[in-house]
């Protein structure tokens, strides 16, 4: 580990500012001028000389008045000196950034068709102000399976549909999205402008799997529930992309987010759902509670301006 200090060849540890001392008679080639430059006393560059040429087990400098000479060994230990103390800066530099949330990494989940429209607005404002720090994306099917990810410490965030188990994570909503009818573009309600969730009572559904925890799949189901029926599943589905392209083989109809839409498969006509039954599926950032990484920090923060969420509900 480096200190104050690099290792040497034959004494103690070279000390850095015997090394900035160095330098600084390197190329003054005087005494006091160094010492001046520095902003020490005489005798001390001196003292500090004799000690570092101790270490390194060799003259350096030589010294017939108060002007001094490299030696073949000083001129050649000049490059090194310059490339420790750069390396030493350099790391000093990184070390600060990274505190500051600076340079460094995130990783980030992605969940679901609307999370790739949304992402793009956090993660490019992100990336002008902090283009240091390395963004890696972690794409997966299913928010459960970015909670798991979550908790291990696999990614520092995620773009997930709610709700988000409390404890140890801590969640913001950031967009409403609503559910939407999905039929085979022969069905007798593909035409209409809105598809009253009841008539889908006696459908045959295509949906995700049900145990790879798809909150799209709980909300579907509890929608229907509200509507007064539970949903006949006749097929299930790893995807989004696949239910889309079953419903268009007439396999069955679908609840699907509205950004199912922009998939744009033949055969397939999305719907609204009529009426009060409430359809919506909340998208949230999620992050570890007690996760005080400057880096997690400042892209929370950059999501807030970037994604502030929906407008608030009024009372009644």
Same mark, same amino acid.
């Given at each position: 580990m480096v200190h104050e200090s690099a290792g040497g060849s034959?004494?103690?540890?070279?000390?850095?500012?015997?090394?900035?001392?160095?330098?600084?008679?390197?190329?003054?080639?005087?005494f006091g001028r160094a010492a001046t430059r520095l902003h020490i006393a005489q005798p001390a560059p001196s003292q500090q000389i004799k000690q570092l040429e101790q270490d390194v087990g060799a003259v350096l400098l030589e010294r017939p008045t108060r002007q $001094? #000479?490299?030696?073949?060994?000083? /001129?050649? &230990?000049? *490059?090194?000196?310059?490339?420790? @103390?750069?390396?030493?800066?350099?790391?000093?530099?990184?070390?600060?950034?990274?505190?500051?949330?600076?340079?460094?990494?995130?990783?980030?989940?992605?969940?679901?068709?609307?999370?790739?429209?949304?992402?793009?607005?956090?993660?490019?404002?992100?990336?002008?102000?902090?283009?240091? $720090? #390395?963004?890696e994306l972690h794409p /997966?099917? &299913?928010? *459960?399976?970015?909670?798991?990810? @979550?908790?291990?410490?696999?990614?520092?965030?995620?773009f997930l549909r709610a709700p988000v188990p409390s404890g140890p994570l801590s969640s913001r909503v950031i967009v409403n999205e609503s559910l939407v009818a999905v039929l085979p573009e022969g069905h007798p309600l593909a035409h209409?402008?809105?598809?009253?969730?009841?008539?889908?009572?006696?459908?045959?559904?295509v949906s995700y799997p049900s145990m790879q925890g798809s909150a799209l799949r709980d909300a579907a189901v509890h929608a229907c529930c509200s509507a007064g029926?539970?949903?006949?599943?006749?097929?299930?589905?790893?995807?989004?992309?696949?239910?889309?392209?079953?419903v268009g083989a007439a396999v069955g109809?679908?609840?699907?987010?509205?950004?199912?839409?922009?998939?744009?498969?033949e055969?397939?006509?999305?719907?609204?759902?009529?009426?009060?039954?409430?359809v919506r599926v909340p998208i949230a950032l999620a992050w570890r509670r007690h996760d005080r990484s400057p880096v997690r920090?400042?892209?929370?923060?950059?999501?807030?301006?970037?994604?502030p969420g929906p407008p608030a509900e009024p009372t009644a």
């Open positions: 034959d004494g103690g540890p070279v000390e850095l500012r015997h090394l900035r001392v160095f330098l600084a008679l390197a190329e003054e080639l005087h $001094v #000479r490299l030696t073949g060994t000083g /001129a050649a &230990f000049v *490059g090194h000196a310059r490339r420790v @103390l750069a390396e030493i800066e350099h790391a000093r530099e990184s070390v600060l950034l990274t505190e500051c949330g600076e340079r460094g990494e995130i990783r980030v989940g992605a969940t679901g068709a609307i999370t790739w429209r949304l992402l793009p607005r956090a993660a490019r404002t992100y990336r002008e102000r902090y283009p240091p $720090v #390395r963004m /997966a099917v &299913f928010s *459960g399976a970015h909670i798991g990810a @979550l908790h291990d410490g696999r990614i520092d965030v995620g209409q402008r809105e598809v009253p969730l009841a008539d889908l009572s006696s459908e045959s559904f029926f539970t949903p006949r599943v006749m097929q299930e589905a790893p995807d989004t992309h696949t239910v889309v392209a079953l109809v679908a609840l699907l987010p509205a950004s199912a839409e922009s998939l744009q498969f055969g397939v006509v999305f719907a609204p759902i009529a009426g009060d039954v409430d920090a400042r892209f929370l923060d950059t999501a807030e301006e970037a994604l």
